[in-house]
């Protein structure tokens, strides 16, 4: 008798507790009358132990510092605030569009996907793709005292294997022609991981930062999205780079932040029925929309970094066919991690101000032709500029008009990418209600 008891007894037991194993999610399903997707994106996650010996203050890591602007010291404590944050908030799906690492170094990936398995112990599924700091990257480092080191990075078939919980394994479809894959959360919904990096041509001396969607990979997409449309399931996509652009003549005057032949590209998908896509890599929280002349719409919805302010992540709650998205900022670090006295949003705007003014004085040199004086001058009015496009929903005042037209008068050009930096282009970037078509 006893024995008989045992076997429905540990039946049970393995029911229950197959739910958790990622191969296994398909049965515990979610439904599209009521889906919370949580999109976390540009992470740049960087393991503690790639600091060594006070090497944050000292000279290799500052000198990195003034040339990015990224708060990756604090990438650990600041995504493990995340994590909580979303532990509570429990959402049924994260997406994360890429650059998860500072440089796709392989300790910072493992150490990452140990923090994305807390998660899976939520019954929270995690569905990861490449950015263009992840793999075959030539600047992974790891820093001691003053001076830097390379240190392993990986490549694409040890990034499927490493995040293979976190999409790969769990993929009813994979591109054999890049890390894209289709995952199948339930049976009305399908989450279309696009992979559009060129780490391929990646060399020991240069990290190509741009995007393209191959036309093989571009092919499969079609066919992924036709037998979506006969099956009557909505595609959520999601890709490092934009799909389109975020403000106008973007590609000019920043090239490389929305993926090769940007317009052919969103059509292409558009004309396949595909009408989200979340993407990132500008660390921009921002969302803009391609209408064609058929109706047909395409929103671009761009999430900020979380180590430049404001450390924004979005919430979207899908109801049938309404998606509303809402975006929360990280406002909360332990006093441990900050200067004595100060609380996060203010240190991560006196970060990035500090640092920024020394990445725009270079960039102002080399690409507005302004002397290094005129230059200095300048850095602060477009590192505003760039937070509040950072921010979202930005309002250009009075006071910051007078500066874009004092730059113009050294540099119609700076005036000009100073305008469309303050110029939000629809709809509107943190809180937003989308009504998609009946698929």
């Not at 990452?112 to 480092?141: C, K, Q, T």
């Not at 005042?397 to 303050?422: C, H, M, Y």
């Amino acid at each position: 008798m006893r024995n008989r008891l045992l076997l429905p007894i540990a039946l049970i037991f393995f029911i229950i507790t197959s739910c958790r194993k990622e191969h296994t999610w398909n049965e515990c399903e979610i439904t599209k009358d009521h889906v919370k997707i949580a999109v976390v994106s540009d992470i740049h996650y960087m393991d503690p132990g790639l600091l060594k010996n006070g090497a944050e203050t000292k000279k290799a890591f500052q000198h990195y510092l003034y040339t990015e602007a990224k708060m990756e010291q604090l990438s650990d404590p600041i995504f493990r605030e995340v994590v909580s944050e979303l532990k509570a908030e429990h959402p049924d799906i994260i997406l994360v569009p890429g650059d998860l690492t500072k440089d796709g170094e392989k300790i910072s990936h493992q150490s990452l996907s140990a923090l994305f398995e807390e998660l899976a112990r939520e019954h929270i599924r995690v569905y990861v793709i490449p950015g263009n700091h992840d793999i075959n990257n030539p600047n992974a480092m790891f820093f001691d005292g003053d001076n830097a080191y390379p240190t392993p990075s990986i490549s694409s078939a040890e990034f499927a294997s490493i995040y293979a919980n976190f999409g790969y394994n769990n993929a009813i479809s994979k591109d054999p022609n890049s890390l894209s894959y289709v995952c199948q959360p339930s049976p009305a919904i399908w989450i279309l991981g696009i992979d559009d990096c060129k780490y391929y041509e990646n060399t020991k001396n240069n990290m190509v930062s741009s995007g393209k969607i191959k036309p093989e990979t571009m092919k499969w997409i079609q066919d992924r999205m036709a037998e979506a449309k006969e099956k009557k399931i909505t595609v959520l996509a999601f890709m490092h780079h934009g799909i389109m652009e975020h403000f106008t003549d973007q590609n000019i005057l920043d090239p490389g932040y929305v993926t090769d032949d940007w317009e052919t590209t969103a059509d292409k998908l558009m004309d396949e029925g595909l009408e989200v896509m979340f993407t990132g890599h500008y660390h921009a929280t921002d969302i803009t929309e391609r209408d064609a002349k058929n109706g047909k719409k395409l929103f671009d919805i761009e999430t900020g970094s979380l180590v430049t302010p404001p450390s924004a992540y979005r919430i979207v709650t899908l109801k049938n066919n309404d998606m509303d998205i809402h975006t929360n900022r990280v406002t909360y670090l332990p006093a441990n991690f900050l200067p004595s006295g100060s609380d996060f949003p203010t240190y991560s705007n006196y970060f990035f101000m500090k640092y920024g003014d020394s990445v725009f004085t270079s960039r102002l040199v080399e690409g507005f032709s302004l002397s290094k004086e005129e230059a200095a001058a300048a850095a602060p009015i477009f590192g505003k500029a760039y937070l509040a496009h950072l921010a979202g929903d930005e309002k250009i005042t009075a006071e910051d008009q007078a500066n874009v037209d004092a730059v113009g008068q050294i540099s119609p050009f700076g005036k000009r990418a100073l305008l469309d930096l303050w110029t939000d282009l629809n709809p509107q970037d943190n809180v937003l209600h989308i009504k998609l078509s009946n698929q």
